[in-house]
């Protein structure tokens, strides 16, 4: 079965709206249908889905998330917001570029950007409406802004991608720090320039951040101390030798429940089965998903389309830059129309040997592949987060993705920059 038809069966049948993760399952089964010399039969085909979720790195993926929805919960985003507010709120722009700096901490929570959008969302979009800021405005910016949530480390995509192209998990996670503060910054400079041509409400800004004030630092503090802890317990335990990654996340889980039951009470017993059971709606597909690919890959690695595919892109273009802004080009179509676990499961294999081939790093390209789709998560028509700040706000798609525009523009001059400047990935490995 030549792989062109294999992807235009995978092709049309998500042109069917058949579900992405079955679209890749059954076109798995294809070439072993077809040709019955082909090694890939359906039991191997079961047993690569199996064996794509049986594995020690994956578990960490589950436990994040988990984690990123008892945190939610147990409103550490709240408290993260309050804190930074108190020192920046009277400042220009300092409310939205506090919503960036809370979606910046609470990734480094959940390593999910729809989780960072939801629970930062669900708390920050009333505040910044009350406090006279447009809601167009206010929406894109938790739209955008959550795309950091798979960019700072724990990030779930990283763990993907490690376990694609056989990078270490630590080295992604440190690989992603320096990226996703140049992009949060780049976001800060547009709500300046915004809120600097169009206004901000003064008033209702100043009374607001006076009554936080009025609590004096020290209560602020102490009421955001354990939220502020939950990044450096999961990093701290990661980068000090302490615990795996995966290990990490499972103590992430347990912190929030401590924290969420114990210290801020906001959170009761009886409410965690179905804490369990709201994380479980979400991991289920997306482990269905990870199952799916890893035999889709391994079918492909059979019909050896990479080595093809890398062949022909090295011989076609002759330049790194060149062959760099194509793929870049590819990426960013990827992230408009595929969720950001399959793509990379996908083409992970595909593209890494071209990578290699041109002398780029894997995990300075891990930082590109990731942050082409994080731009991915606020471009129609999947943007995920533009569903979930539309859940949020009632507000339609289209309006928001409008109002992203700015926003997007900067995040792709931070995409050229870090492309660019590789030591900008990989300073502090």
Not at 260 to 284: C, D, N, Q, V, W
Not at 358 to 369: C, E, M, R, S
Request: charged letters at 10%; a neutral charge.
């Amino acid at each position: 079965m030549p792989p062109v038809v294999l992807f235009l069966a995978f092709f049309m049948l998500l042109l069917f709206a058949m579900p992405i993760s079955l679209s890749m399952a059954i076109t798995a089964v294809f070439p072993g249908l077809l040709d019955s010399t082909f090694s890939a039969g359906s039991a191997v085909i079961l047993r690569s889905m199996i064996s794509g979720v049986n594995s020690f790195p994956m578990l960490a993926i589950p436990m994040f998330m988990l984690s990123g929805v008892i945190m939610a919960r147990g409103e550490i985003s709240r408290k993260l917001f309050d804190v930074f507010t108190y020192f920046a709120g009277n400042l220009t722009a300092g409310i939205p570029c506090m919503v960036i700096v809370t979606c910046l901490f609470y990734g480094a929570i959940s390593g999910s950007s729809p989780a960072t959008v939801a629970a930062v969302g669900s708390m920050t979009i009333p505040v910044m409406l009350k406090l006279g800021y447009e809601k167009r405005f206010s929406v894109a910016v938790i739209a955008v802004a959550g795309g950091l949530g798979c960019i700072i480390p724990p990030s779930i995509p990283f763990v993907l991608y490690s376990s694609a192209a056989g990078t270490s998990v630590s080295d992604m996670f440190l690989a992603g720090i320096v990226p996703g503060l140049v992009i949060g910054f780049c976001l800060m400079i547009y709500c300046v320039y915004y809120c600097r041509k169009n206004g901000e409400d003064k008033t209702k800004i100043q009374a607001a951040v006076g009554e936080l004030r009025g609590l004096g630092f020290w209560r602020v503090f102490k009421d955001s101390f354990w939220a502020l802890l939950t990044p450096v317990i999961i990093l701290g335990s990661i980068y000090g030798g302490i615990a795996s990654p995966t290990e990490a996340a499972t103590i992430s889980v347990f912190y929030a429940l401590f924290v969420g039951i114990f210290i801020y009470k906001t959170i009761h017993i009886r409410e965690i089965p179905s804490l369990f059971m709201e994380a479980l709606r979400s991991i289920g597909p997306i482990l269905f998903v990870l199952a799916a690919a890893t035999a889709f890959g391994r079918v492909i690695a059979l019909m050896d389309v990479p080595r093809f595919f890398s062949e022909w892109i090295t011989e076609t273009f002759h330049s790194k830059w060149a062959i760099l802004l194509i793929i870049n080009i590819f990426l960013l179509f990827v992230g408009m129309v595929m969720d950001a676990a399959p793509a990379i499961l996908i083409l992970t294999p595909i593209l890494a040997p071209i990578m290699q081939a041109v002398n780029v790093n894997l995990v300075h390209f891990g930082i590109i592949l990731v942050v082409n789709l994080a731009i991915g998560f606020v471009t129609p028509p999947v943007g995920i987060n533009l569903f979930v700040a539309s859940g949020l706000a009632q507000m339609p798609i289209v309006e928001i993705a409008r109002s992203a525009i700015p926003f997007i523009v900067l995040f792709m001059l931070a995409l050229i920059l870090i492309v660019v400047f590789p030591q900008l990935s990989l300073c502090l490995l």
